[in-house]
Protein backbone atom coordinates (compact mmCIF):
# COMPACT_ATOMS: atom_id res chain seq x y z
CA UNK A 1 0.00 0.00 0.00
CA UNK A 2 1.82 3.30 -0.98
CA UNK A 3 -0.11 6.22 0.90
CA UNK A 4 0.81 10.03 0.75
CA UNK A 5 0.53 12.37 3.50
CA UNK A 6 -0.63 16.11 2.07
CA UNK A 7 -0.66 19.24 4.03
CA UNK A 8 0.74 22.40 4.79
CA UNK A 9 3.70 23.12 7.25
CA UNK A 10 2.81 22.04 10.89
CA UNK A 11 -0.58 20.50 9.58
CA UNK A 12 1.13 16.73 11.50
CA UNK A 13 2.34 15.15 8.86
CA UNK A 14 5.52 13.94 10.59
CA UNK A 15 3.32 13.33 13.77
CA UNK A 16 0.94 11.17 11.95
CA UNK A 17 3.15 9.05 9.70
CA UNK A 18 4.77 7.81 13.23
CA UNK A 19 1.50 6.62 14.41
CA UNK A 20 0.17 4.85 11.01
CA UNK A 21 3.49 3.41 10.14
CA UNK A 22 3.49 1.34 13.30
CA UNK A 23 -0.87 0.85 12.82
CA UNK A 24 0.10 -0.61 9.35
CA UNK A 25 3.37 -2.42 9.22
CA UNK A 26 4.79 -0.22 6.92
CA UNK A 27 7.73 2.00 6.93
CA UNK A 28 7.64 6.21 6.46
CA UNK A 29 9.48 8.29 4.41
CA UNK A 30 9.84 11.52 5.04
CA UNK A 31 11.59 13.56 2.54
CA UNK A 32 12.62 16.35 5.10
CA UNK A 33 14.32 13.98 7.60
CA UNK A 34 16.32 12.92 4.66
CA UNK A 35 17.20 15.72 3.50
CA UNK A 36 18.14 16.87 7.18
CA UNK A 37 20.49 13.54 7.51
CA UNK A 38 22.37 14.87 4.21
CA UNK A 39 23.14 18.22 6.04
CA UNK A 40 23.95 16.28 9.24
CA UNK A 41 26.51 14.32 6.99
CA UNK A 42 27.80 16.82 4.89
CA UNK A 43 27.06 15.25 1.81
CA UNK A 44 26.81 16.97 -1.42
CA UNK A 45 23.20 16.86 -1.70
CA UNK A 46 22.87 18.13 1.76
CA UNK A 47 25.46 21.17 1.06
CA UNK A 48 23.34 22.44 -1.98
CA UNK A 49 20.06 21.36 0.28
CA UNK A 50 20.68 23.25 2.93
CA UNK A 51 20.64 26.83 1.61
CA UNK A 52 17.12 26.43 0.00
CA UNK A 53 15.74 24.77 3.91
CA UNK A 54 17.42 27.48 5.39
CA UNK A 55 15.26 30.16 3.53
CA UNK A 56 12.12 27.88 3.55
CA UNK A 57 12.23 27.28 -0.33
CA UNK A 58 11.74 23.74 -1.63
CA UNK A 59 14.67 21.79 -2.52
CA UNK A 60 14.81 21.99 -6.84
CA UNK A 61 12.71 18.73 -8.03
CA UNK A 62 15.88 16.91 -9.93
CA UNK A 63 17.58 16.64 -6.86
CA UNK A 64 14.67 15.52 -4.71
CA UNK A 65 13.40 12.80 -6.65
CA UNK A 66 16.77 11.48 -7.55
CA UNK A 67 16.84 10.78 -3.75
CA UNK A 68 13.54 9.52 -3.09
CA UNK A 69 13.70 7.37 -6.07
CA UNK A 70 16.63 5.18 -4.99
CA UNK A 71 15.07 5.71 -1.49
CA UNK A 72 11.91 3.54 -2.94
CA UNK A 73 13.82 1.08 -4.21
CA UNK A 74 14.99 -0.47 -1.04
CA UNK A 75 13.42 -3.84 -0.02
CA UNK A 76 11.89 -2.39 3.19
CA UNK A 77 9.78 -0.71 0.98
CA UNK A 78 7.97 -3.58 -0.91
CA UNK A 79 4.94 -4.08 1.99
CA UNK A 80 4.22 -0.24 1.28
CA UNK A 81 5.72 3.02 2.74
CA UNK A 82 3.96 6.48 4.10
CA UNK A 83 5.34 9.46 2.22
CA UNK A 84 5.93 12.12 4.28
CA UNK A 85 6.75 15.94 2.72
CA UNK A 86 6.57 14.24 -0.28
CA UNK A 87 5.61 14.78 -3.62
CA UNK A 88 5.66 18.70 -3.02
CA UNK A 89 5.43 19.51 -6.77
CA UNK A 90 3.49 18.28 -9.71
CA UNK A 91 6.42 17.36 -11.33
CA UNK A 92 7.66 15.10 -8.09
CA UNK A 93 3.97 13.76 -8.46
CA UNK A 94 4.60 12.78 -12.29
CA UNK A 95 7.89 11.40 -11.08
CA UNK A 96 6.52 9.04 -8.48
CA UNK A 97 4.01 8.25 -11.03
CA UNK A 98 6.55 7.12 -13.11
CA UNK A 99 8.56 5.15 -10.66
CA UNK A 100 5.41 2.97 -8.97
CA UNK A 101 4.28 2.40 -12.68
CA UNK A 102 7.53 0.94 -13.56
CA UNK A 103 7.20 -1.43 -10.20
CA UNK A 104 3.38 -2.03 -11.63
CA UNK A 105 2.55 -0.41 -8.42
CA UNK A 106 0.61 3.03 -7.96
CA UNK A 107 -0.41 5.75 -5.00
CA UNK A 108 -3.16 4.16 -2.93
CA UNK A 109 -4.27 6.70 -0.99
CA UNK A 110 -3.42 10.75 -0.86
CA UNK A 111 -4.79 11.59 2.43
CA UNK A 112 -4.80 15.49 2.76
CA UNK A 113 -4.56 16.76 6.50
CA UNK A 114 -6.23 20.14 6.84
CA UNK A 115 -5.30 22.89 8.98
CA UNK A 116 -6.26 26.84 9.14
CA UNK A 117 -2.86 29.07 8.74
CA UNK A 118 -3.27 30.64 12.43
CA UNK A 119 -2.93 26.84 13.92
CA UNK A 120 -0.40 25.77 11.64
CA UNK A 121 1.54 28.93 12.97
CA UNK A 122 0.82 28.03 16.48
CA UNK A 123 1.95 24.66 16.25
CA UNK A 124 4.71 25.16 14.70
CA UNK A 125 6.55 27.83 17.27
CA UNK A 126 5.95 25.43 19.93
CA UNK A 127 7.40 22.08 17.86
CA UNK A 128 10.20 20.51 19.45
CA UNK A 129 11.74 17.70 17.59
CA UNK A 130 14.00 14.67 19.20
CA UNK A 131 18.10 14.92 17.52
CA UNK A 132 17.94 11.14 17.69
CA UNK A 133 15.01 9.84 16.31
CA UNK A 134 12.99 13.03 15.09
CA UNK A 135 9.76 12.29 17.03
CA UNK A 136 7.69 15.03 17.23
CA UNK A 137 6.33 17.56 20.53
CA UNK A 138 4.57 20.43 21.03
CA UNK A 139 5.13 22.48 24.67
CA UNK A 140 1.46 22.69 24.56
CA UNK A 141 -0.78 20.05 22.50
CA UNK A 142 1.79 17.11 22.82
CA UNK A 143 4.63 17.77 25.67
CA UNK A 144 7.51 15.09 26.52
CA UNK A 145 6.48 13.59 30.06
CA UNK A 146 10.11 15.22 30.86
CA UNK A 147 10.86 18.85 29.41
CA UNK A 148 13.55 18.92 26.70
CA UNK A 149 13.92 14.77 26.71
CA UNK A 150 12.33 12.62 24.63
CA UNK A 151 10.01 9.92 25.95
CA UNK A 152 10.62 7.60 23.11
CA UNK A 153 14.22 6.87 23.09
CA UNK A 154 16.01 9.50 26.14
CA UNK A 155 17.50 11.66 23.07
CA UNK A 156 17.73 15.92 23.74
CA UNK A 157 14.97 17.76 21.67
CA UNK A 158 15.79 20.84 19.69
CA UNK A 159 13.81 23.42 17.87
CA UNK A 160 14.10 23.44 13.77
CA UNK A 161 15.84 26.06 12.52
CA UNK A 162 13.11 26.71 9.41
CA UNK A 163 10.83 27.18 12.55
CA UNK A 164 11.63 30.65 12.69
CA UNK A 165 8.68 32.93 12.08
CA UNK A 166 9.97 34.64 9.03
CA UNK A 167 10.95 31.56 7.49
CA UNK A 168 7.89 29.70 8.84
CA UNK A 169 5.63 32.56 6.70
CA UNK A 170 7.94 32.16 4.03
CA UNK A 171 7.52 28.34 4.14
CA UNK A 172 3.50 28.95 4.10
CA UNK A 173 3.59 30.97 1.00
CA UNK A 174 5.88 28.14 -1.01
CA UNK A 175 3.41 25.35 -0.33
CA UNK A 176 -0.26 27.71 -1.17
CA UNK A 177 1.70 28.29 -4.13
CA UNK A 178 3.79 25.29 -5.22
CA UNK A 179 2.24 22.52 -3.29
CA UNK A 180 -2.04 23.18 -3.27
CA UNK A 181 -1.78 22.43 -6.90
CA UNK A 182 -0.08 18.58 -5.89
CA UNK A 183 -3.71 18.30 -4.04
CA UNK A 184 -5.61 19.15 -7.02
CA UNK A 185 -3.48 16.23 -9.02
CA UNK A 186 -4.82 13.80 -6.58
CA UNK A 187 -8.48 15.39 -6.25
CA UNK A 188 -8.62 14.94 -9.86
CA UNK A 189 -7.19 11.19 -9.96
CA UNK A 190 -10.00 10.39 -7.59
CA UNK A 191 -7.10 9.22 -4.70
CA UNK A 192 -7.72 12.08 -2.36
CA UNK A 193 -9.57 12.62 1.04
CA UNK A 194 -9.52 15.52 3.16
CA UNK A 195 -9.32 14.75 6.93
CA UNK A 196 -9.83 17.64 9.13
CA UNK A 197 -6.36 18.10 11.13
CA UNK A 198 -7.50 21.22 13.35
CA UNK A 199 -8.58 18.01 15.68
CA UNK A 200 -6.53 16.53 18.82
CA UNK A 201 -4.26 13.76 17.46
CA UNK A 202 -6.01 11.00 17.97
CA UNK A 203 -9.00 11.61 16.36
CA UNK A 204 -6.89 12.68 13.40
CA UNK A 205 -5.44 9.70 13.68
CA UNK A 206 -8.61 7.63 14.02
CA UNK A 207 -9.92 9.74 10.56
CA UNK A 208 -6.67 8.94 8.49
CA UNK A 209 -6.98 5.13 9.82
CA UNK A 210 -10.46 5.16 8.29
CA UNK A 211 -9.60 6.82 5.20
CA UNK A 212 -7.06 4.04 4.93
CA UNK A 213 -9.65 1.25 5.07
CA UNK A 214 -9.29 -2.15 5.56
CA UNK A 215 -5.21 -3.36 5.66
CA UNK A 216 -4.59 -5.16 2.29
CA UNK A 217 -3.46 -9.27 3.96
CA UNK A 218 0.22 -8.74 2.78
CA UNK A 219 0.46 -5.35 5.04
CA UNK A 220 -1.99 -7.51 8.02
CA UNK A 221 1.31 -10.26 7.61
CA UNK A 222 3.89 -7.70 8.02
CA UNK A 223 2.09 -6.21 11.54
CA UNK A 224 1.33 -9.88 12.76
CA UNK A 225 5.31 -10.44 11.94
CA UNK A 226 6.74 -7.08 13.95
CA UNK A 227 4.00 -7.53 16.58
CA UNK A 228 5.55 -11.26 17.05
CA UNK A 229 9.37 -10.01 16.89
P1 LIG B 1 9.65 19.05 6.05
O1 LIG B 1 10.59 18.52 7.04
O2 LIG B 1 8.87 18.11 5.21
O3 LIG B 1 8.70 20.05 6.81
P2 LIG B 1 7.18 20.54 6.49
O4 LIG B 1 6.44 19.96 5.38
O5 LIG B 1 7.37 21.99 6.47
O6 LIG B 1 6.38 19.91 7.58
P3 LIG B 1 6.70 19.93 9.05
O7 LIG B 1 7.67 18.84 9.42
O8 LIG B 1 7.09 21.32 9.46
O9 LIG B 1 5.25 19.68 9.68
P4 LIG B 1 4.40 18.36 9.87
O10 LIG B 1 3.19 18.45 9.01
O11 LIG B 1 5.24 17.12 9.78
O12 LIG B 1 3.94 18.61 11.37
P5 LIG B 1 4.33 17.86 12.73
O13 LIG B 1 3.76 16.49 12.75
O14 LIG B 1 5.78 18.00 13.05
O15 LIG B 1 10.39 20.03 5.03
C1 LIG B 1 11.36 20.96 5.47
C2 LIG B 1 12.05 21.58 4.25
O16 LIG B 1 12.71 20.53 3.50
C3 LIG B 1 11.13 22.26 3.23
O17 LIG B 1 10.88 23.60 3.60
C4 LIG B 1 11.98 22.15 1.96
O18 LIG B 1 13.00 23.10 1.95
C5 LIG B 1 12.64 20.78 2.09
N1 LIG B 1 11.84 19.71 1.47
C6 LIG B 1 11.26 18.64 2.12
N2 LIG B 1 10.61 17.86 1.26
C7 LIG B 1 10.76 18.42 0.03
C8 LIG B 1 10.30 18.09 -1.26
N3 LIG B 1 9.52 17.00 -1.47
N4 LIG B 1 10.63 18.91 -2.30
C9 LIG B 1 11.42 19.99 -2.10
N5 LIG B 1 11.88 20.37 -0.89
C10 LIG B 1 11.56 19.59 0.16
O19 LIG B 1 3.46 18.76 13.75
C11 LIG B 1 3.81 20.12 14.00
C12 LIG B 1 3.62 20.42 15.50
O20 LIG B 1 2.23 20.35 15.82
C13 LIG B 1 4.32 19.43 16.45
O21 LIG B 1 4.80 20.16 17.54
C14 LIG B 1 3.23 18.45 16.86
O22 LIG B 1 3.45 17.89 18.15
C15 LIG B 1 1.97 19.34 16.82
N6 LIG B 1 0.76 18.64 16.39
C16 LIG B 1 0.66 17.73 15.38
N7 LIG B 1 -0.63 17.34 15.23
C17 LIG B 1 -1.35 18.04 16.16
C18 LIG B 1 -2.74 18.09 16.49
N8 LIG B 1 -3.65 17.34 15.85
N9 LIG B 1 -3.12 18.92 17.49
C19 LIG B 1 -2.22 19.69 18.16
N10 LIG B 1 -0.88 19.67 17.89
C20 LIG B 1 -0.46 18.87 16.89
Redo the contacts with the bound molecule.
Sequence with gaps: MIIILL?A????????AELLCEQLGVVSI????L?RDNIRNGTPLGVRADE??QR????PDKL?IDMLTARLKAPDVARGVIL??????VG?AEALDSTLAAQGRRVDRALYIKVDTETLLD??S???ICRNCQT???EK??PPRVSGVCDVCGGELYQRN?DRRDVMEN?LRVYFEQTLPVIQYYRDNGTLIEID?T???EK?NADLLAAVGPIPAVVAEGVADSSAA
Design positions: GPGAGKGTQASGNLYMGELVVDGFPRTQRLGRWSYHFNDRGQDIV
